[in-house]
């Protein structure tokens, strides 16, 4: 069943998709039965509870979510039920990626589900040069409605002048940085600031365990960031989130020692963990199975999840502990 966008407000047309991303960024995983398909029941409670529990945004079958583990009607229907659930009070931005074609493709997929906008992952395998990335993406924008956050790591890394360009380029909302070069994102922050000027673009910490970085990234101006742990433990990311706007560096700092550190010690401990890791912590939080992960991807070892668990009931401990948790 496909879903349909939400209509304006009856006082006006509702705001840019970028002035309406705020707050952590929930990235869900993709639920499959004990059969490896796909299970949207569990995908559909899993989506319900992080926009209850304070989602700013939903980025369903992201790399989070195995984008390239489903096939077209597996992400259509992803897609919809997030548009559904979300229900208009969060915006649902849906991966895009591979070649130009397939992109603009599971970009009219995005939307007809509903979608308010793409996250346009790296293309699939090549090495392009500046002129190509350009092109790849300029051609995605102007082969959707929707608009267009590009994802920068691996083989999409982008010069200051081309993110310029696409900062000027109609349908293109922003960058996601999951490289970690904090001197050329500086850079591309300037470059934007002077070449592209009075443009709306937003910028997001994209790195896998962003928290880790945040303190780093809002000193160049960055306050977005897409939040793993929030699809597993959103007491632990919001209470982070609280922290880290109000200046509570002692909670911050406590968090950060007591359970993020840790964390990305174990996610480095296996390949393909940044995805299975998280998909292992929604499993010990006792909700509706949302499965292991698909090929080539693998689940994590016993003993990592035993780790993870007793990192989780600290971190949970600390986020209860922390000023404003209620507790």
Known sequence: MTAASPSPAADGPRPRLADRLDGLLFFPVTAYAAD????????????????????????????????????????????????DEAAGRVPVLAGTGYGTALAAE???????????????????????????????????????????????????????????????????LGL??????????????????????????????????????????????????????????PEIACAFHRALAAGDDATVTALLDGFYR?????????????????KAGVGLRGGPSVGGVRPPLSDPAPAHVAQLARLLDRGLALAAAAPGSGA
């Open 36 to 83: 490896g398909a796909l299970d949207l029941d569990a995908f559909r409670a899993h989506v319900r509870a992080g926009v209850d529990a304070g989602a700013g945004a939903v980025f369903p079958c992201c790399g989070t979510g195995e984008f390239s583990a489903l096939a077209p009607d597996e992400y259509a229907a992803c897609v919809a039920v997030a548009v």
């Open 106 to 172: 599971f970009a009219r997929l995005a939307h007809t589900a509903g979608a308010d906008g793409l996250l346009a992952l790296p293309p699939y395998l090549v090495r392009p040069d500046q002129s190509g990335l350009l092109r790849h993406y300029t051609a995605l924008a102007a082969a959707t409605p929707l608009p267009v956050m590009v994802y920068q790591r691996d083989n999409a890394v982008f010069a200051p002048d081309t993110v310029a360009a696409l900062a000027a380029t109609p349908g293109i």
């Open 176 to 233: 996601k940085d999951g490289l970690g070069d904090l001197d050329l994102l500086q850079r591309i922050i300037s470059a934007v600031r002077t070449e592209a000027p009075g443009r709306p673009f937003c910028y997001v910490n994209g790195l896998p365990t962003a928290e880790l970085t945040a303190p780093a990234y809002r000193g160049l101006g960055v306050r977005l960031y897409s939040s793993a742990v929030f699809a597993f433990a």
């Open 262 to 278: 840790p964390l990305v010690e174990l996610r480095d401990q296996g390949r393909g963990y940044a995805v299975s890791l998280v």
